[in-house]
């Protein structure tokens, strides 16, 4: 036996071993210093202190909840575009914006809050229009895109190459050949399974195409947290498509596997529309560094209805958490009523608490949840909270009929919300998404008419459907709650 290189051997692994605390030791203090909640930071720091072979590389995965390229790359693009497209005095908004004067006291803090956490305020002159499902969501988005005249920005997180992807791209295609100027950005983790040859046809035709691939340098890249949960078709800066629908056979009802698939998008027109395509310029800017110069920016009222909406376009990226704040506010002024339709809940402890509190003081709070889902680690969502939200008098409801896919939340007589956001902590602090907030009767109506729809469809359960599981099931449901900070 050489006992030098057995020496040597036991001395380059105490080195190794040394090297692995310390990065470990140094990569706690990261989490210290970028960690949003204080549950998650303890989290991390106990894990990487701990057992850092195993945590370190987990961590550079999933443990930043902060985009700072994104801010980095955005901080020339902003002073130029946003600040000019916002409510200056002599900004092309102007004309459209709340005044906020002749209101309340109440109402006029609550329509501030928002203005200050949306890029651009509430605006009048809009029209919101609900797309139930995939026929007449893509139906709508398809005669958007034939009546394009200048440029059309479309933005996806999942596009598939099946039947309803290759119909896409062949409009996307003809637009393009037709001289309007055509881009399209999707997610590179949404996306993943989406072949060359899909993209190669779309830049033959003269569509330029972005993946949203998150941080740029080779260490940050490994970050795959970061996701672009966006879906957004704007056309000419006059009309604008959002909401829960990808690109898929499946968001049509046509997977066997998954079978029915319910879901809501909007179609919009007025100034709302910049929103949109504000969010997609500043996207599209990190993933090319091109400025978009060839947009409109001054807004067009809608002829058919003057409702009063803004879009909130949040992400990690954000100085503070906005969707979240956005709904914890909802919640906490809510009087009436909140029905929130999600398919996924998990809450952190802010908007439970709040729910919780809500239905204490007796607002009719109800979560709409699929009792089907997509995933097999899904299925225990739904009774992951039953029990804590349940015995202050929160409703539960499982939608029966297939799938339901839609993030839909109508608070009282006059706030409707429509997006890509879900209830959880991936879309409130993780994933970039777009939510479109109406404050107005009409809209309102037409939500809670679709909702009662769904509720019909649904079936609600109580304590005793998580009492009566087996302990396997109750334990897989606690454990979801363990894993809400990556969800």
């Known amino acids: 036996m050489d006992f030098g290189t057995l020496d040597l051997n036991i001395g380059l692994a105490g080195f190794g071993l040394a090297a692995v605390y310390l990065l470990g030791f140094l990569s706690a203090i990261d989490a210290i210093m970028n960690t949003r909640t204080p549950q998650g930071a303890t989290a991390w720091v106990f894990a990487l202190a701990t057992i850092p072979l195993v945590t370190i590389p987990v961590y550079f995965v999933l443990g930043r909840s902060r985009f700072d390229d994104y801010i980095e790359a955005l901080s020339d693009f902003d002073v130029e575009i946003t600040d000019g497209v916002n409510a200056a005095e002599d900004g092309p908004l102007k004309p459209f914006l709340v005044g906020h004067g002749q209101r309340d006291v109440r109402e006029r803090g609550e329509m501030r809050a928002f203005d200050e956490m949306a890029t651009l305020p509430f605006t009048t002159g809009n029209s919101v229009d609900l797309l139930v499902d995939g026929d007449a969501t893509f139906e709508a988005i398809f005669a958007g895109i034939d009546a394009a005249e200048r440029y059309v920005l479309a933005q996806f997180y999942i596009i598939h190459d099946d039947r309803i992807g290759t119909a896409f791209k062949e409009r996307l295609i003809a637009a393009a050949r037709r001289g309007v100027t055509v881009r399209l ?79 809501t998008h909007l179609a919009l027109e007025g100034p709302v529309v910049q929103g949109l395509q504000l969010s997609f310029a500043r996207d599209w800017y990190y993933g090319t560094r091109e400025e978009l110069a060839d947009l409109e920016w001054a807004p067009t009222a809608s002829a058919s209805d003057d409702a009063t909406a803004l879009v909130l376009a949040s992400g990690p990226a954000d100085e503070i958490e ?166």
């Open 185 to 263: 950005m999707y997610d590179s983790i949404g996306s993943i399974q989406l072949p060359r040859s899909y993209r190669r046809e779309l830049d033959e035709a003269g569509v330029a195409v972005c993946r949203f691939t998150g941080p740029r340098s080779w260490l940050k890249r490994l970050r795959l947290n970061f996701r672009n949960h966006r879906k957004i078709v704007v056309v000419d800066g006059v009309r604008a498509y959002a909401g829960g629908l990808n690109v898929g056979d499946e968001y049509l009802g046509r997977d066997p596997d998954i079978g029915p698939w319910r879901d």
């Open 322 to 487: 906005t969707c979240g704040l956005l709904y914890a506010h909802t919640i906490e002024s809510a009087e009436e009523r909140i029905w929130i339709a999600t398919p996924y809940f998990v809450p952190d402890g802010r908007v439970l608490g709040a729910l919780q509190l809500a239905a204490l003081r007796g607002v009719d709070v109800r979560i709409l949840m699929p009792r089907t889902s997509d995933s097999v680690f899904f299925k225990y969502v739904p009774y992951a909270y039953l029990a804590e939200v349940a015995r202050t008098g929160v409703r539960v409801f499982l939608y029966e009929d297939g799938f339901m896919h839609q993030k839909v939340a109508l608070v009282d007589r006059d706030f409707a919300a429509v997006g890509t956001a879900n209830f959880d902590n991936r879309s409130f602090r993780l994933n970039f998404e777009a939510t479109v907030v109406a404050r107005d009767g009409g809209v309102c109506d037409r939500v809670e008419r679709m909702l009662e729809r769904d509720l019909a469809r649904a079936t609600e359960i109580g304590l005793e459907d998580v009492e009566d599981k087996p302990f396997a099931f109750r334990f897989a449901a606690n454990a979801t709650k363990l894993l809400a900070p990556v969800l």
